[in-house]
């Protein structure tokens, strides 16, 4: 009789713990300005936003978690100028997933950092060479106006909207940077 309670109370205690794992496995809870990509058995199901959500546990996961707030990326650019000099231009984008296109941001590209790093450097590189050093401090605004709104037409078919690009460092080459202290 004995055994036979010990063997009751070890069923009861792993039930216990299956029912608590299945039911973790069940709720997820969303924070806010998150979406998370859910998928069953593989294949894309559901975007899920903010708030207690039910999951089936086992046959459907979760694939991504993806961040709406407004997040920055920093990308160093080196290119010559009208006037033969190259300089380092430190680029900031401002950017997010926009809620509507959650799927497109999360399926569409592998890597959107590089992908929005790339689109920099193409733009930057055409709009630089068409000014002289001087023109580049004194319209650093426009660069990053024409840079911001060339990408933000590729990027939105992905899911992104820039919202802001900033030029927060142009750095010449040393030897012009010694030159134009002297003067």
């Known amino acids: 009789m004995d055994n036979n309670f010990e063997a009751d109370i070890f069923i009861y205690v792993i039930e216990g713990i299956a029912a608590i794992v299945l039911f973790l496995k069940t709720f997820m809870i969303i924070p806010e300005r998150q979406a998370w990509v859910i998928q069953r058995l593989g294949k894309y199901n559901r975007i899920c936003s903010p708030g207690l959500k039910i999951k089936i546990p086992f046959i459907e996961s979760i694939a991504s978690k993806e961040n709406l707030r407004i997040q920055q990326l920093d990308v160093n650019v080196e290119t010559k100028t009208l006037d033969d000099v ?16 959650v799927y497109e941001a999360f399926y569409e590209l592998e890597d959107p950092h590089a992908q929005v790093a790339s689109y920099i450097f193409d733009e930057v590189r055409a709009e630089v060479p068409k000014l002289k050093l001087d023109d580049v401090f004194s319209k650093k605004e ?19 909207k820039i919202v802001k ?14 030159s134009m202290n002297r003067i």
């Open 86 to 101: 190259f300089v380092d231009l430190k680029i900031s984008v401002q950017y997010r997933v926009v809620r509507t296109k």
């Open 165 to 178: 690009t900033l030029i927060t460092d142009i750095t010449p080459d040393e030897v012009v940077k010694v």
């Open 142 to 160: 426009d660069i990053a106006i024409a840079v911001r709104d060339n990408i933000s037409e590729q990027m939105e078919q992905y899911g992104y």
